[in-house]
């Protein structure tokens, strides 16, 4: 079974700096994949960046950066400058990779970025 | 514009009612998926299909019915037997290519139980 650990329920940062939102997983598969996803108060779920277990460089994607420990079974998202607009809820999820396959979320952080 | 689409946006359903919820992709994608999201939580999975006119169970689907009769619907029918339906609702659809499986989601529909 799979698990996903997000320990920071609300984080809270000022314009322009950078954010850590950390993510912890568990699983007995060899092969997965990482993603974040983030849910502005809309509600829809918007793809941020993917990791998949062999990839040896860190994910990047624009201001979004995937710190990925394997050893320590982390993958913690770096957003870099933050903006007003990142205010939103946060889900870390992984799944297996072999062809199609469920993902199994996190609980959540909630990011408010201020002025 | 390619998308997925669900509706409604918000739907009331009276107690003992059976409703069903929209999703539809234009994406071409072979799989769909159905999530539940309660506040303060995440997404927990109800049905997945990988391919029309077959679906599996997700971790919660009691209570739950879907049919994928057309790749680019997935429907989801919230029983009379699901006894606490007032959430909000996600459909997802994926694609596997050489980069993997991403999945895209459509905007919800949050079901309120009056």
């Known amino acids: 079974a799979q698990k996903i650990t997000q320990t920071q329920p609300g984080m809270f940062v000022q314009e322009k700096e950078a954010v850590t939102l950390d993510c912890t997983y568990d699983?007995?598969?060899?092969?997965?994949?990482l993603f974040w996803y983030k849910q502005p108060s809309s509600g829809e779920m918007i793809f941020l960046i993917y990791?998949?277990?062999?990839?040896?460089q860190n994910a990047t994607e624009g201001r979004y950066s995937l710190n990925f420990q394997k050893a320590r079974k982390s993958a913690n998202l770096v957003i870099s400058a933050s903006q007003l607009g990142d205010s939103a809820m946060y889900f870390c999820?992984?799944?297996?990779?072999?062809?199609?396959?469920?993902?199994?979320f996190g609980k959540g952080t909630m990011l408010l970025v201020s002025p | 514009d390619g998308g997925i689409t669900q509706s409604p946006k918000y739907l009331f359903r009276k107690e003992g009612q059976n409703v069903t919820l929209s999703c539809e992709q234009n994406?071409?994608?072979?799989?769909m998926y159905w999530y539940r999201q309660d506040p303060g939580q995440g997404l927990r999975l109800i049905y997945y299909?990988?391919?029309?006119?077959?679906?599996q169970k997700g971790d919660i689907a009691e209570g739950y019915s879907v049919s994928r009769e057309k790749k680019e619907s997935f429907p989801l029918t919230v029983t009379s037997a699901q006894k606490n339906p007032t959430a909000f609702y996600l459909c997802?659809?994926?694609?596997?290519?050489?980069?993997?499986?991403?999945?895209?989601f459509g905007p919800g529909t949050r079901l309120l139980v009056l």
């Open positions: 299909s990988q391919i029309v006119n077959d679906f």
């Open positions: 999820a992984m799944r297996g990779v072999s062809g199609y396959s469920t993902l199994t």
């Open positions: 994406l071409n994608h072979d799989a």
């Open positions: 699983t007995s598969d060899q092969s997965y994949g």
């Open positions: 990791q998949g277990s062999y990839d040896e």
């Open positions: 997802a659809s994926s694609q596997v290519t050489h980069l993997g499986e991403t999945q895209y």
